[in-house]
Structures are given as C-alpha cells and as structure tokens.
C-alpha cells in the first residue's frame, strides 16, 4: 500500500490500550510531544484518540509508545447512525478505487478490522460498518485478504462515534514480552512490567540523543526502556549492592550496544554533574517490598527531588511514582517542580500507585 496515494486531511486516528485510559493518552501525548514538531489532540475518546499534524512519523510513533496499539490515517469521524455507515462506506470505496489504480499490482485484496469499545448503546456499530464495506467492495471485485492487503481498514466504535481509518502500524507485543522480568538474567521480586517501565521513560519525554537518568534503578528495568528509545547514555543506580551487582546483567542482554552507567550512589546525593540530564523516570520503594533504608517514602522522594531540580537541565521533565495516600504531587509542587499530570493506577486493595509528571519551569 502507498500511504501517497490515500487522500488525507493532515488526521490520525491511535488505537488505545484498555488497561488504564489515562495513562494511554498521556502516553500518547507525551510521545507525540517528542516526536513531532507540532500536534493538536482533536478527540480523546474510550480507547481511541484524533489528532492532527503536519510532521510525523506514524512508524515510530506506535513502536515507541507502550499503550498505543494501532495507529493510521483518519478517514472519517461520525455518530453511529445508519446514515453514517453509509457515508463511511463510500468514503472506503473511494480509498479502495484510489489505490488500486495508482497500484502496479493485480492485486485487489483488502481488510477491515473492526472493535467496538465500551459498554454504551449505539445503533450501529464497527461490526455493521465492516459489513457494509465487504458487501459493496465484493460488487467491485475486491476480495477480502488479511495477510497482503492493498489496504487495511479500521472501523472502530466508541461513546456514540463511528470512526474509519486506514491502518498504518501496529503495536508488536512480542519484544515486551520477551523482556519480562522473569526471563531477564537477574531477577527479584517486585520490578514494574516492561511496557509500564516504557510508559514511565515516555512519560518523561526523553528524546533520542539526550541523557537519561533513573535514581532508583533496581533490575535496571527503566534504563533499558531508554536506551531502546535512544538515550545517549542511561545513567541510573541504586542503594542496594546486590541491584548494583545484579542489574548490568540485564542491560548487557537487552541495551548490548547502548551506552549506560550503573552505579551505586544515594538518590540524595547523586553525584551528577548540574544542568545535566534532560529525563528522569524512577520507580522510588515505597516502604512494602522494598525499603526505603529506613527515612520513609516522603523524605526520600523529596531530598531525590531536590537534587533533581539542579541536575536537570531547563524545561528538564521527571516521572514518578509513590503511593496515593502520601500525594506525591505535593511533594512535587513544594519542591518547585510544575506538575503536568498525575495518573493513578489501581493496583490492589490497598496500594493506588499515583504517576507524577512534572518539569522544570
């Protein structure tokens, strides 16, 4: 499929994880933030987002993003009324007709995936659009073909909508999966999954070639997700000897040709150069399965914070984590930090873990 030779408006459409829809988004915002020179978010619906831009590209959007699934070019937004599966289907058949006679092949397959999100009432769904498309492409000799299509469709239901794109990339879960804590070299109990550990680095806006830091690294989990978006170098480090020993294992498995430092130091003190580091993304104990050398989560987190506030360059962004109830953002904002968003996860019955995005101002 030639992406030149679909008609587009400058939107896209990205396909959001079910898991927890705040993170999604703010995931995806963040990652656009980084890789585009400019976006404007047009929609942020259950399980899908529109935004616009004139730069970007969509591959590396969904490999780096951890929440997103899919992603593609916006065909059209509209309620879920017969009327509208209608209109969505012609706008379809013209894309079908388009690529086909600007394609060198004979080939005339084509696919739709199809989801609807959601608990809501709608009188048509992406299950009625799909057919829709089928029944009148097979009128003009077009076959369904999932695994060499000329295109592949999105239709995709959601709070009231009906929304059709072109798919461009999708999300492999495959490297995610293979990074799991328990196949990694050195493993202890109690290490965030790889694709939240991504969502962390993203939430922190690390750009490619910049220096990244995490100043309570454990397994190295962190350091490794930001070398694989393109840290220059990932510095992190931790209190605990045996995390310090054990840790580069996994980052000489995953981040082989990566450039990182594994040190042990105080997150208080860390011995970083001022003006430094452009992210931060750490995971901080809380005080449950892991310790927090006997000072407590707020006293740690806070003298962390303050070291971060010198070591940070200008517009320097760092993503955190600690238990509700002790209202990490607090902490944040009496330390100088601007928070941008607070993300709360539930984990169990008593532990609401809060993700704290802040920056420099």
């Not at 995806?28 to 831009?53: I, M, N, P």
């Not at 239709?155 to 995610?176: H, I, N, P």
């Not at 449950?288 to 707020?298: I, L």
Request: charged residues 25%; hydrophobic residues 40%; aromatic residues 10%.
């Amino acid at each position: 499929m030639k992406l030149a030779s679909i008609p587009t408006s400058g939107q896209y459409y990205a396909i959001l994880s079910s898991e927890n829809w705040k993170l999604s988004i703010e995931e995806l915002k963040a990652v656009l933030d980084v890789e585009t020179q400019h976006y404007r978010l047009l929609a942020a619906l259950d399980g899908l987002a529109v935004f616009d831009s004139s730069n970007i590209d969509l591959y590396r959007v969904v490999g780096r993003a951890a929440y997103t699934k899919e992603i593609g070019i916006l065909l059209g937004l509209a309620g879920s009324s017969h009327g509208c599966v209608s209109r969505l289907a012609d706008r379809a058949i013209e894309v079908l007709e388009t690529a086909k006679a600007s394609s060198y092949e004979r080939e005339s397959g084509f696919w739709v995936f199809s989801e609807d999100r959601g608990p809501y009432i709608r009188p048509a769904g992406s299950a009625e659009l799909s057919r829709e498309i089928i029944r009148r492409a097979a009128r003009l000799g077009f076959r369904l073909d999932k695994r060499t299509p000329l295109v592949s469709f999105r239709a995709f239901s959601t709070e009231g909508v009906l929304a059709l794109g072109v798919v461009v990339a999708r999300q492999e879960g495959k490297g995610y999966l293979e990074r799991s804590p328990g196949r990694r070299p050195f493993f202890k109990p109690g290490p965030l999954s790889p694709r939240l550990s991504r969502a962390f680095v993203n939430l922190s806006r690390l750009r490619a070639g910049e220096v990244f830091m995490d100043p309570f690294c454990g397994t190295g989990g962190f350091a490794l997700e930001a070398c694989m978006v393109g840290a220059s170098i990932a510095l992190c480090g931790d209190l605990d000897w045996r995390m310090v020993e054990g840790g580069p294992e996994n980052l000489k498995r995953y981040c082989p040709h990566g450039t990182w430092v594994y040190s042990a130091w105080n997150a208080g003190r860390l011995p970083i150069r001022s003006k430094s580091i452009y992210s931060i993304a750490t995971d901080p104990p809380y005080g449950r399965s892991t310790t927090t050398g006997g000072v407590g989560y707020t006293y740690l987190v806070r003298e962390m914070l303050r070291r971060s506030r010198d070591i940070l360059v200008d517009g320097g962004w760092v993503a955190f984590a600690g238990p509700h109830f002790r209202r990490p953002e607090v902490i944040a904002t009496s330390e100088g930090f601007a928070v941008e968003t607070v993300v709360e996860m539930f984990v169990h019955g008593s532990l609401t873990r809060s993700i704290v995005v802040a920056r420099i101002e």
